[in-house]
């Protein structure tokens, strides 16, 4: 088991469900409604899941990794498209169901999701795969599994703000990064990219507004 394959077959289920919702008359009102519901808490609690069990493990593997500039990016870019995904999600409950502006709002959250998907796809889930071990990565599906069943019938939606979502999982990142990389964790890459700096801060600021005098 691993945590990237279960992220990949939840995108592969909210896909079918899209592609389902598109196949549906407008008049048949209820069976949109129920499988509407579903596809929304599961947006809601995929989301939710990758911000407490995976993205937290990929920066903790890319600091380690010293990977920290890309990672970082990634995980920052990822916040926003959840929160995008969650408002999404909140503009259908605004319309009639089977409208033609829930349909609408139902094919913007589609889009909103779908290129999320796309880039975690390429981007996040490449590289954890690349860094983090089996074993590791076992370990997290496992939780990953267990936090989604612990809360099928729903999570709160709450947009996070991104920078502060990776500064949070940064600070709880310096405490372990060092013992990951010595005890085989993850394999360690070229330093190419932005180290963390001695009071623990991985220079959000400095990596998206360069000084060069400082």
Known sequence: MDITELILDDHHEQRRLF???EQIDPSEKQVLSAIW???GRFLELH?????EIFYPEL???GVAARRTAGVEEETLDAIHDHNEIRDAVAEVARHPVGSREWFAAVA???LANSDHMAEEEREGLT???RLASLSRRHRLAVDFAAYQARNYTGVESIDKDPETYVRQAEAAVQDT???DAADGAVRTAPDTDVAPTPDGSLRIGAMKNPDPAQ
């Open 19 to 21: 592609a389902i919702l």
């Open 37 to 39: 519901a579903r596809l």
């Open 47 to 51: 989301a939710q899941a990758e911000e």
């Open 59 to 61: 920066l903790r593997v």
């Open 108 to 110: 913007a959250a589609n």
């Open 127 to 129: 590289d954890f795969r």
């Open 177 to 179: 990064a060092v013992q």
